[in-house]
T-cell receptor, first 113, second 116 residues
Framework: QKEVEQDPGPLSVPEGAIVSLNCTYSNSAFQYFMWYRQYSRKGPELLMYTYSSGNKEDGRFTAQVDKSSKYISLFIRDSQPSDSATYLCAMSAWSAAGNKLTFGGGTRVLVKP | GAVVSQHPSWVICKSGTSVKIECRSLDFQATTMFWYRQFPKQSLMLMATSNEGSKATYEQGVEKDKFLINHASLTLSTLTVTSAHPEDSSFYIC????????????FGPGTRLTVL
């Protein structure tokens, strides 16, 4: 079983809809939770970064973390065709040698005009 | 802020040659840099972690003599693929983490390596 599970999709939604993404994890040591967006043949771009349970909002993006359930979510409101990309969840535990990220497999999202 | 660059963005080389990829943090000092490899339609696979002034720590299964990593300064890390072969063709991505241990990683745009 993978440490981080993420539905690969593709997830297809009409423009303007809410995109709902989620990941589950098994390692209770994870303290930091991130969502990255990756366009084809590009490096991942950090969207959201949280380190506690609860909600965090930034523009059209809302990240939720539920440590008790080991479950994180990302919501994208008013989705646009430019949001079509692969979304990667990532998480890490603190380490003096640097926070190694454990990634989900990524969810491919298609926003149709 | 938090911009990471990579050079080159793509490279084609002949089998048996060596290729060097540079990763730079442009507007912050990165005490730790990471190198990843990504195959088509797959997630990122961590290859190694490097701290400035120290030897890199390689993940299990990654050949340290083949993938040489140097983290010479707080803004520059290099990955050299030695004696490259077609199976080394992949998308290589670096990331950088700032000094604060709670900082997350910021990724470069990636380098596409094709070995003929």
């Amino acid at each position: 079983q993978k440490e981080v599970e993420q539905d690969p999709g593709p997830l297809s939604v009409p423009e303007g809809a809410i995109v709902s993404l989620n990941c589950t994890y098994s390692n209770s040591a994870f303290q930091y939770f991130m969502w990255y967006r990756q366009y084809s043949r590009k490096g991942p771009e950090l969207l959201m970064y949280t380190y506690s349970s609860g909600n965090k909002e930034d523009g059209r993006f809302t990240a939720q973390v539920d440590k008790s359930s080991k479950y994180i979510s990302l919501f994208i409101r008013d989705s646009q065709p430019s949001d079509s990309a692969t979304y990667l969840c990532a998480m890490s535990a603190w380490s003096a040698a640097g926070n190694k990220l454990t990634f989900g497999g990524g969810t491919r999202v298609l926003v149709k005009p | 802020g938090a911009v990471v660059s990579q050079h080159p963005s793509w490279v084609i080389c002949k089998s048996g040659t060596s290729v060097k990829i540079e990763c730079r943090s442009l507007d912050f000092q990165a005490t730790t840099m990471f190198w990843y490899r990504q195959f088509p339609k797959q997630s990122l696979m961590l290859m190694a972690t490097s701290n400035e002034g120290s030897k890199a720590t390689y993940e299990q299964g990654v050949e340290k003599d083949k993938f040489l990593i140097n983290h010479a300064s707080l803004t520059l890390s290099t990955l050299t693929v030695t004696s490259a072969h077609p199976e080394d063709s992949s998308f290589y991505i670096c990331s950088a983490q700032a000094e604060r241990v709670t900082d997350t990683q910021y990724f470069g745009p990636g380098t596409r390596l094709t070995v003929l």
